[in-house]
């Protein structure tokens, strides 16, 4: 086992909000899902903000721009200005920029929130293959993106114009359910074109650059719901993690997490923001959280009662141990079920 391979949750004795000057939200099922709050989301970065905490929003989505969503987000109760959202439109803009001369031309194919933040890099968005573009910049368009975008992509890149892409999320949720995301339409374009694109969202490191050097936290917090961008990112940047489980991923994906998917925190929602986190123990031959006890053998096995989220903690510890370096494949529905999740 490599050294640094997380093996349970951590506990901390102060609350979050405390133990951190900096928290990096994740936006869509962390703080909002189909355009509204999420239970307790508005209350608790209510909370967290009034006590010194300072609140960043980092979004995979190219889309919106900061603007808009910080509208957005001051309309459901969260005061947001656009400084304090950080897009991966703007950390593929930046990586752009340093491989394009100034004023470059640059093919969009997405939203307004690239167009916005390529003419911030002093970039040139254009929309046709023919407008001699130097690079192909891809992004999360909406349902309603055209599908002759894709095309336009495909017969610059064909020309060996370089392809970058704000992101790889195959899915994105909505107030409807999973649907799909930028990765899926970048998806399309490497079929058609056999290329590979430079990406720059999460979990990459220039997303993680672009919000340092937007923020400018020492000590950061990452917020979010989905293992393989917002949690892989911490890992990626070497800071600590809070999985919620208001989004895309539930207990079962948690517990089959590889070492760079193992948040540093688990909780139900953001008012984890607002607690310390219990510390999970060794105990005998398993791990024991609140008044839970996880043991793993050829299943995982939960004995005890109380909060889940204690059991689901403990359960991670059993599972986490049981797979080392790998994916846990023990059978934990049973114990999964007992919890509820």
Known sequence: MSRGIRTRPE????????????????LDGVVYAGGNAIAHAVDSLAVARDGGM???YVTNNALRTPDTVAAHLTELGIPTGAGDVITSAQAVARLISEQVPAGARVLVIGGEGLRVALRERGLEPV???????VAVVQGYG??????????????AIAR????FASNTDLTIPSGRGIAPGNGAAVEV???ATGAEPQVAGKPLPPMHRETILRTGAERPLVVGDRLDTDIEGACNGDVDSLLVLTGVT???QLLAAPPQHRPTYVDADLRGLLTGQPEVTEAGAGFRCGGWTATAA???QLEGEGEALDGLRALCAAAWTAAGEGTCELDGEKALARLGL
């Open 127 to 133: 929309e046709s293959a023919d407008d001699e573009p």
């Open 189 to 191: 374009v490497r079929i």
């Open 142 to 155: 909406g349902p309603e993106l055209p599908w002759g975008r894709f095309a336009e992509a495909s017969y």
């Open 298 to 300: 050829e299943r995982l």
């Open 160 to 163: 060996g114009v370089p392809w």
């Open 54 to 56: 300072r609140l960043a």
């Open 250 to 252: 539930d207990g079962a």
């Open 11 to 26: 506990g901390s004795a102060r609350h979050l909000s405390e133990a951190y000057d900096t928290a990096l939200l994740d």
